[in-house]
């Protein structure tokens, strides 16, 4: 049965459920070629341990076609999410996604770690526990950042030293711009950057790198949160994309699509309306919308965006 399958696999964008011998899905992917990658799997040639330990025990494949790369994309996340099939490792776990709370408290830590979002001062919500960690035991030993005449000032320390409540209240500041502002985060990335080059050049390489893997964990922070292509997806995005049945146009808003609806001859009356009816819907949805289960949705459209070129795209329009 199997092997029939895998001969009559379309050549479409779509997603893909493998299935053990009690019909249990164990794996579900996407392609822009359901055909060419669920077939990759059962060619000869080098493959992980994981992925033979997968093929040997599976018994079926069901897929499902989608217009585009980007529905098939979000529907494997959904259903990862749903299914949560025992080899995927992305998308199953957006419980576990955390937020950053600059503290108020001297006697505790500048950086908090919190499950859900904070009232006031409030970042995320990101992915990688460990990895950002890593990056907040690092800060402390660059605590206080203060400013002088609009730079950042700070050095690095081999031991944290207990801050002053002046010097909590200043460090608390800085960090409040770091994370929140987009053009103070350059900034404060571009001090650390030099003072890396400067501890190389010294030979100083461990605080080098100690700088380097700083730099590292605030550009992930950057990207899962001010970056502008990210926040966008806060604003209502319109999309039409080129399909073989004509025009398919998306209407999204934080990384969700609200809206879809394929048009065979698009006319400019038919865009005022999808809009208009794009705009009722997510009034409604915003109230049911997870933060941190949409994140990954988010980061999902936010790359489909940034390839529009490859994908014949018809017109994007932020609202």
């Known amino acids: ?10 050549q479409s964008p779509g997603v893909y459920l493998m299935k053990d011998k009690n019909d249990g899905v164990v794996y579900i992917g996407k392609s822009k070629n359901l055909k060419a990658r669920v077939r990759s799997y059962f060619t000869k040639g080098e493959k992980p341990e994981k992925i033979i330990r997968m093929v040997h025990n599976l018994k079926d494949v069901d897929w499902i076609i989608t217009d585009t790369h980007m529905e098939a994309q979000i529907l494997e ?89 002046k010097e909590f209240l200043e460090n608390r500041a800085s960090l409040i711009e770091i994370l929140g502002n987009e053009k103070a985060n350059a900034n404060f990335i571009s001090v650390v950057r030099k003072k890396m080059i400067e501890a190389s050049k010294n030979h100083r390489f461990e605080t080098a790198k100690e700088f380097r893997d700083i730099i590292s964990g605030l550009e992930y922070l950057y990207n899962n949160n001010l970056k502008s292509n990210y926040r966008t997806m806060k604003k209502a995005v319109v999309v039409g994309e080129q399909i073989d049945r004509g025009i398919k146009l998306f209407y999204i808003v934080s990384g969700l699509i609200i809206l879809k609806r394929t048009y065979d001859d698009l006319t400019d009356e038919d865009i ?7 705009k009722a819907l997510a009034k409604i949805r915003a109230s049911f919308t997870d933060e941190k289960r949409s994140l990954d949705f988010r980061k999902i459209v936010s790359l489909e965006l940034q390839d529009l070129a490859s994908k014949g795209t018809v017109f994007l329009e932020y609202k």
């Open 1 to 10: 049965m199997l092997s029939n399958k895998l001969k009559n696999l379309p």
């Open 77 to 165: 996340c959904a259903l990862i999410k749903k299914l949560k099939p025992i080899y995927n490792v992305q998308f199953k776990n957006h419980q576990n996604y955390f937020y950053l709370n600059v503290g108020t408290d001297s006697r505790k830590k500048p950086l908090l770690i919190y499950s859900e979002k904070q009232p006031f001062d409030s970042y995320g919500a990101y992915r990688g526990r460990s990895f950002v960690n890593q990056l907040l035991k690092q800060l402390e030993n660059i605590y206080p950042i203060t400013k002088d005449s609009g730079r950042y000032i700070f050095d690095y320390n081999v031991f944290p030293i207990k801050m002053n409540d």
């Open 272 to 278: 005022i309306k999808f809009k208009a009816e794009g």
